[in-house]
């Protein structure tokens, strides 16, 4: 098992930014790929970014490339996602997951194990 908490989370105006993170604990770090998705009212859950198990490779949906960075710290247990130039259209709850069934993947099935979510709300 591998027990995953999100924090960072809160409202913040639109072009500000946020940093996300997501502490792991239960299990080896490094053998788990990490993602980040998102889940905005009435809307199906997206995926945001995945990052591989040593941080190589990073992945990112169109929607946030160039505005978000993922990255990991195996040495904390611990994955990032800074978001900058944050626009109304980013307010969601962000989970983050964690799988060993996959390196960078954009579905949400790869992933073994999951957060219980942290809100954002970028007001305009």
């Known amino acids: 098992q591998v027990q995953l908490v999100e924090s960072g989370g809160g409202l913040v105006q639109a072009g500000g930014s946020l940093r996300l993170s997501c502490a792991a604990s239960?299990?080896?770090?490094?053998?788990?790929?990490m993602g980040w998705f998102r889940q905005a009212p009435g809307k199906e859950r997206e995926f945001v970014a995945a990052?591989?198990?040593?941080?190589?490779?990073?992945y990112y949906a169109n929607s946030v490339k160039g505005r978000f960075t993922i990255s990991r710290d195996n040495a904390k247990n611990t994955a990032y996602l800074q978001m900058n130039s944050l626009k109304p259209e980013d307010t969601a709850v962000y989970y983050c997951?964690?799988?060993?069934?996959?390196?960078?993947?954009?579905?949400?099935?790869?992933?073994?194990?999951w957060g219980q979510g942290t809100q954002v709300t970028v007001s305009s």
């Open positions: 997951a964690a799988g060993q069934r996959t390196d960078t993947s954009d579905s949400g099935l790869r992933y073994d194990y």
């Open positions: 990052i591989s198990r040593l941080g190589v490779t990073t």
């Open positions: 239960g299990r080896t770090f490094a053998n788990y790929a």
